[in-house]
T-cell receptor, first 112, second 115 residues
């Protein structure tokens, strides 16, 4: 099976930088995804890393180290609207298709 | 708006009722998924359909019965549910479940309460 670990809650100040870590244990690993979910809303895709290194998309960046089974999501210039839950998710090979397993999510609270 | 719609948005049902959840995607995707989201727990994958064929049944009790009549529609038929089945049920779709571009697009979910 797969297991993922990420912090349950993080608080950060508006305008600051926050890093949300994710460690995983799995076989047949393809890559690591990140999703954002606001309260009462649907999860929305943020990023996907299949190779080691940093991927940047605007204020958000995502990093993967396959050798360390570790990744993180970096949010810069935090805004109040970034308050949400952030899920890491591993994609693994499962009988010919890519199965996605989600972590428990990190609830980010941005404070003034 | 992600291109995935779900109805109803809220559902309250008794343990002896039979109801169905509906999901429709307008993205031309080939794969559709049902997830269960409960408080303090990770998103739980329930079923996966690829080109209308079920490719994953994640040990889901038989009181949950999925149906995928075509690649745009997915149903979850519910009968004799238990109170612990109360949760947010999310539908998602992706272009190709076997490919690298497997970003999943989620619907807004159905908040189910079983009395």
């Amino acid at each position: 099976g797969q297991s993922l670990e990420q912090p349950s809650e993080v608080t950060a100040v508006e305008g600051a930088i926050v890093q949300i870590n994710c460690t995983y244990q799995t076989s047949g690993f393809y890559g690591l995804s990140w999703y954002q979910q606001h309260d009462g809303g649907a999860p929305t895709f943020l990023s996907y890393n299949a190779l080691d290194g940093l991927e940047e998309t605007g204020r958000f960046s995502s990093f993967l180290s396959r050798s360390d089974s570790y990744g993180y999501l970096l949010l810069q210039e935090l805004q109040m609207k970034d308050s949400a839950s952030y899920f890491c998710a591993v994609r693994v090979n499962s009988g010919g298709y890519q199965k996605v397993t989600f972590g428990i999510g990190t609830k980010l609270q941005v404070i003034p | 708006e992600t291109g995935v719609t779900q109805t109803p948005r809220h559902l309250v049902m008794g343990m002896t009722n039979k109801k169905s959840l509906k999901c429709e995607q307008h993205l031309g995707h080939n794969a559709m998924y049902w997830y269960k989201q409960s408080a303090k727990k990770p998103l739980e994958l329930m079923f996966v359909y690829s080109l209308e064929e079920r490719v994953e049944n994640n040990s889901v009790p038989s009181r949950f019965s999925p149906e995928c009549p075509n690649s745009s529609h997915l149903f979850l038929h519910l009968h004799t549910l238990q109170p612990e089945d109360s949760a947010l049920y999310l539908c998602a779709s992706s272009l190709n479940p076997g490919g690298a571009d497997n970003e999943q697009f989620f619907g807004p979910g159905t908040r189910l309460t079983v009395l």
